[in-house]
């Protein structure tokens, strides 16, 4: 039997770009490192070469002459739905603006697994990273330091921040739509929040929404208060559990995921929204404003914080620019659609 050829046809390198171009190869090089010093109709008659001859850049064989991989790594919580959908966007889009190249690592809200995925992105030799929140296993921040990886925390802030962050309130935005259905007249409220234990920013938005009730005084009693993951069809099977026994008039969910599985419930169960419940999410993420009815809800800012986050970390690691990192909370803005009424 004839043996595979396992050779592969040489590809074209830099030196036959140059040729191609008519120029030196010091000038391509120039070209792919910092392309605006390059004149514009040298630029054309490189980017002209390189599409002629299929060149391809090698980035690893530059990452050896540099300190720089072109790398950067994003660690998020789930990417199961459209909670960080407009975030990850954001990010590898703007650091496509960079020049750079996102490696993205999902940990299912698993600290220690979040720690390992970390620890095989510097494996990488990544130049940067940007997790979500503040709370994270102890010694990953340190590990990052060690190797002076810049790290940017993404999406919410915490009251002691111990990472550079840009993000929003969560506790604002939680007791913005709580505050929305007391204006309306809701006493008896439930709400339906995940574990709090390894997430910041449902503990914020748990505490806004708390606060805000208690600020109001109005007593929230224990069977008003229900664990739920984000997961549609975990909220929707708890909603309906609710909704067949004593129902609250309205009821504020953790995210926006939770808020479509109580529509789907209220919908199952005959119970009009928002005639009979009113109900509120977080995020006004996508299928939000279509979902019938249109639901009520605060915007986080995800497109803006996925950009700020990339800028800020090519800063950080290129450390070209001397003003200091500042951290930012972007504002957060409640949507009134027609999931909410004055109760009956």
């Known amino acids: 039997m004839k043996q595979r050829q396992t050779s592969r046809k040489s590809a074209p390198g830099i030196v036959d770009v ?6 030196s190869t010091a000038t391509v090089s120039r070209f792919f490192n910092n392309p605006e010093l390059v004149r514009a109709e040298t630029r054309e008659l490189i980017e002209n070469a390189t599409r002629e001859l299929g060149y391809i850049r ?3 064989a530059g990452a050896m002459h540099s300190q720089f991989s072109g790398t950067v790594g994003l660690v998020v919580p789930t990417i199961n739905n459209a909670i960080f959908s407009g975030l990850i966007e954001a990010f590898a889009n703007r650091l496509m603006h960079h020049d ?18 970390i620890r095989s992105l510097l494996e990488r030799r990544i130049d940067g990273v940007a997790i979500v929140g503040q709370d994270h296993r102890h ?16 999406w919410g802030h915490g009251k002691r921040p111990s990472i550079p962050f840009i993000g929003a309130d969560n506790a604002q935005a939680a007791a913005s739509v709580t505050t929305h259905l007391l204006e309306l007249g809701h006493r008896d409220i439930a709400f339906m929040f995940p574990d709090t234990s390894n997430n910041d920013r449902a503990r914020e938005r748990y505490e806004g929404a708390m606060d805000t009730m208690a600020q109001a005084d109005v007593a929230v009693p224990p069977h008003r208060i229900i664990d739920c993951p ?9 909603a309906v559990a609710l909704l067949q026994g004593d129902a609250p008039t309205a009821i504020v969910c953790g995210n926006d995921v939770i808020a479509h599985g109580v529509l789907y ?80």
């Open 230 to 238: 984000y997961e549609v069809t975990a909220a929707k099977t708890k």
């Open 18 to 23: 140059a040729e191609r171009a008519r120029v």
């Open 100 to 117: 750079r190249t996102m490696l993205i690592a999902c940990h299912n809200y698993d600290l220690d697994l979040e720690a390992s995925l």
């Open 265 to 344: 419930a209220a919908l199952q169960c005959g119970v009009s929204v928002p005639d009979k419940l009113s109900v509120v999410g977080v995020g006004d993420f996508a299928g939000s404003e279509d979902i019938y009815p249109g639901l009520t809800t605060v915007r986080l800012p995800a497109q803006q914080i996925g950009k700020l986050a990339a800028d800020s970390l090519v800063r950080l690691i290129v450390q070209e620019d001397p003003t200091p990192f500042e951290n930012k909370v972007l504002d957060t803005e409640l949507i009134i659609r027609a999931s909410t009424s004055r109760v009956r």
């Open 139 to 154: 010694g990953v921040i340190e590990m990052l330091n060690q190797r002076d990886v810049p790290v940017v925390a993404v």
């Open 58 to 60: 090698d980035r690893m």
